[in-house]
């Protein structure tokens, strides 16, 4: 244990907040980087660059922490990088024990042991009984909780209490409890907050999420299936805004809403998962979007609007996409332009059935190293390649009927 204590002494001052947060985290779990890094950057642990987007700075202290065997590594990305790690138990109990001895963080595994004595606590328990016993953390300043051996969130839990219990926080994550069937009242008295993740059966978010003026990232986890859930008009509002996780999928509310005079979020990175429909309507959101890296979306027919809903809106309208995940639910589009998307390096199309022969569009993307053409994606039996995928790395193929394919 002294040597591992050496090594962590040995950390520059910016990484030891980034290693003892691996505290919070259950033992021997993978942990996704994404979660990691949006953690790191909410609680301002990243340092800002000129040249690096802070996402990008973040995965630079990961893989410091990795060289340094502090970290490793568990799971690649398709397009290189890490997709997820975990620590080793004895590093997972030295940063567990150094986390409760410098205040960093206090990690309880059931809340009759609650303290207020550090501003980021870790609360592993069953949703019952935290919100049976409200605990309370007026100087917390992050509160995360992990449900105890994994359990589902089970029956809706009134929440409320959190806004009146906990005001200063900046990082709060809850995916482990199930909120209902609507938003607790008080989140938006949160205004500190930095980092909201939620988990319930809503239809809509509020329109007064929009006070949380500093929100970064915003994620939302549904349970029921096949809804959407519907984004208010002052979403466009929260210009700082990177990253934004709706599941199952999203919905923008634009009866009320004139796009064009709607403030641009030009922080935003990521958005998982809006339903799109009307190519205009599309095109108007993509525009209020123009730093954005990653996109995962879904087009369904759209009922009552004029031929050009049926076609793909021209994503070059997104100069800095890397990233895009596309499903279809519906019939055929009868457009597909990829064009000049020249820093994609990651395709991912579901149910699109097109022909073989349009994927030269894609083929000729400069920087394309991952394709995944995903069940019904695709129609026909014969591929012919020339001159294509010139980068391309990784490619699946998923329920096809292909008989011939050339190279």
């Known amino acids: 244990m002294h040597v591992l204590e050496l090594c962590y002494e040995q950390l520059p001052p910016y990484l030891k907040p980034c290693f003892l947060y691996f505290a919070a985290f259950p033992e021997g779990k993978e942990i996704p980087v994404w979660k990691l890094f949006r953690l790191w950057v909410a609680e301002g642990f990243v340092q800002k660059t000129e040249s690096q987007m802070l996402e990008d700075v973040a995965e630079g202290y990961l893989l410091d922490l990795i060289n340094r065997n502090l970290v490793i590594l568990a799971k690649r990305r398709s397009i290189g990088g890490v997709k997820a790690c975990f620590i080793h138990e004895l590093l997972w109990d030295l940063c567990r024990a150094k986390a409760k001895d410098e205040k960093f963080m206090l990690k309880i595994q059931h ?28 100087c917390v300043c992050c509160l995360l909780f992990f449900a105890s051996n994994d359990a589902s969130p089970g029956q809706p839990s009134d929440i409320s209490f959190i806004s009146q219990k906990f005001q200063l926080l900046r990082v709060l994550d809850l995916e482990g409890i199930n909120m209902g069937n609507s938003f607790p009242t008080g989140l938006e008295i949160l205004v500190l907050l930095r980092y909201l993740a939620v988990r319930g059966s809503v239809d809509f978010v509020p329109s007064l999420i929009s006070n949380l003026s500093k929100l970064e990232t915003f994620i939302l986890l549904g ?8 984004l208010p008009d002052t979403f466009w509002s929260m210009k700082r805004l990177r990253h934004v996780r709706v599941k199952n999928s999203a919905t923008f509310c634009l009866q009320n809403c004139e796009l064009e005079n709607s403030s641009q979020l030009d922080n935003m990175q990521t958005l998982s998962s809006p339903t799109l429909c009307c190519r205009k309507h599309t095109e108007k959101i993509l525009r209020r979007l123009p730093k954005l890296r990653k996109l995962k979306c879904i087009f369904r027919d759209s009922r009552g609007y004029s031929k050009e809903c049926d076609e793909v809106p021209a994503f070059e309208l ?19 332009k990829f064009d000049f998307l020249y820093n994609l390096k990651k395709l991912t199309l579901s149910r699109f059935f097109l022909e073989w022969r349009e994927l030269s569009t894609i083929g000729r993307l400069p920087n394309l190293e991952v394709l995944k053409l995903l069940g019904g994606a695709l129609l026909g039996q014969e591929w012919n390649i020339r001159g294509e995928f010139l980068k391309l790395k990784y490619l699946k193929l998923e329920n096809f009927n292909i008989v011939q394919w050339s190279v």
């Not at 550090?118 to 016993?133: A, D, G, K, N, T």
């Not at 349970?223 to 519907?230: E, S, W």
Request: hydrophobic letters at 35%; glycine letters at 4%; charged letters at 20%.
């Open 111 to 138: 809340c009759d042991e609650f303290s207020t004595t550090c501003h980021r606590l870790c609360i592993c328990s069953s949703p019952e009984q935290f919100v049976m016993l409200r605990p309370s953390g007026p």
């Open 223 to 230: 349970l029921k299936h096949d809804f959407d859930v519907a």
């Open 318 to 336: 997104l100069a800095y996409l890397e990233s895009l995940n596309i499903t279809v639910l519906g019939k055929k589009w009868s457009v597909c």
